[in-house]
DNA sequence: CGACGTGTTGATCTCTCTCAATTAGAGTGG
DNA sequence: CCACTCTAATTGAGAGAGATCAACACGTCG
């Protein structure tokens, strides 16, 4: 039930020696890792686990607002989000911002860019975060060796497109008003599904309205205005670095959200 | 070297008595598609080629104009976009409209819904089309087969998104004149890529002006309007249904894209 | 305490939208 | 062959959502 104990059924801390641990040390091992006891996610088996964990090389820390990659790096390695927050994006040569989408815990990061390939984006960390990092080759490996984990990660990709049309028909079509309803429900929505521990008292909301601005592509200015009327209008409300869904009826009306933004859950770890 | 001539090195259209072949009449087998003829596609070998096979369940053909999705609908199986353009798109209730990505020859169709879901995008063709039907189960049991195949839609997946993200980068920070000149540029090297009778006489260009436009998230008018201030600068040029770049590096330029929009090669058929 | 980053607000400015009208082509039916 | 209809492309004019420019308030931090 509790996030914060991550172990299922034995020694929290203590990690076998796996025959294939490789690079990682004081890192936390997949069968303990804390996504796990999230309902969110698909639980693999013993040998999925196993596999993911021989692929694992090791994992990796970042200050909240630390580059993870930049944008044009060659052969970034394949990253796993396993707590925090973080953002990718593209900019033009003249500094105009395009946040392409938001990442929380159990995001895939870099199956984007083929091997070899430069990166067409960049990711950078909102929140103090930890990724896992896996060797570039991992992607095929894991194909290779489990279709089912590999017939996951193709799903987890179409997802992730679906994610980012989804902001595309905002940026595109909705008003700056829509779009802020929008972005904070489906933020609100992913986030409160991480949080087992959730209820009517609102997630932890790290973003600036700078990057609410690039990831609607408004101005930082107008971004403000909107999000002042908004929350005048007892839609919501941001304070301490939380974000309060006041009245999610009419926030979603103005969205014009289908459904409710459905968090569709989702498989591997 | 001429595409009009896809047969590789048996007779064209004797397709002799594969195994798996279920419901697939008057359709092209597999080793004879036209798509295989083009260098952008990678070989697969003669197992791949006989399981894409036994995994199709038909062909179908649209004439310009018709859906072959429609928006919420449930079960859509999976398609190969064989022959024509199309593309995807989203509405709002109130009938605002974002296409979401143009589709050619090679592309996927419908990897983003997962079984039993609805579609969270329609789709239309713009031209005469042919499409691959496969039934929905073919996305996993291509993993299961052949772990190389699966990797390559992964891959192609991933590709696409990466396609999404360059159109929200324009959408959300590029002026009209920019948006134009980028989708111009990149739907021209697409296009190009797959006429290998290619050469500096334009491609086929089937779009209206309302399709620019709601690609772009940009008023009928104001694509119009921009349209023809880019033609009068001697930019480009659409006429007969055809475009053509006259200048593409002061278009290129315009769009701010870097290289060139390179239309990565496509694995996989 | 000054430098910064972030949030606010007011005052223009302008790019893009909306409304209106017209032209040109492709079909259709008589 | 011609009136009639429809769709797509054009253009002009006025309106407006959102951008840009400028200040200022606050809290944090070295």
Redesign the pocket.
């Known amino acids: 039930m509790d996030a914060s104990t991550p172990a299922t059924d034995d020694a929290p801390e203590q990690v076998p020696a796996a025959a294939s641990r490789a690079a990682n040390d004081g890192d936390t091992a997949c069968r303990n890792c804390p996504l796990r006891a999230l309902p969110l996610f698909i639980e693999p088996s013993g040998e999925e686990l196993a596999l993911v964990q021989s692929l694992k090389r090791r994992e990796r820390r970042l200050a909240a ?1 630390e580059a993870l990659i930049h944008e044009g790096q060659t052969d970034a390695p394949l990253y796993t989000l396993l707590q925090g927050w973080a953002f990718r994006y593209k900019t033009l040569s003249d500094g105009r911002r395009q946040i392409l989408s938001f990442l929380l815990a159990g995001d895939f990061i870099g199956v984007q860019q083929k091997m070899g390939d430069a990166a067409a984006h960049g990711v950078e960390t909102l929140t103090d975060a930890q990724f896992c990092v896996f060797h570039r080759d991992a992607l095929w490996e894991l194909h290779r060796q489990s279709p089912m984990m590999g017939f996951n990660i193709t799903w987890l990709t179409a997802h992730e497109e679906s994610m980012v049309d989804d902001t595309l028909l905002s940026v595109g079509r909705r ?3 829509e779009r802020i309803a929008s972005l904070l429900i489906l933020l609100f929505k992913r986030a409160a599904a991480l949080q087992p521990d959730a209820g009517a008292d609102g997630i932890a909301f790290p973003l ?3 990057h609410i601005a690039d990831g609607l ?12 009327k908004l929350e005048r209008r007892g839609l919501h409300q941001i304070s301490n670095g939380r974000l309060y869904l006041r009245d999610l009826k009419s926030m979603a009306r103005l969205a014009d959200l289908y459904g409710d933004g459905r968090p569709a859950p989702r498989p591997l770890v």
Chains 1, 2 share one sequence.
């Open positions: 607002g008003s700056a008003e600036t309205q700078q592509g408004l101005s930082l200015v107008h971004t403000n205005k909107t999000l002042r």
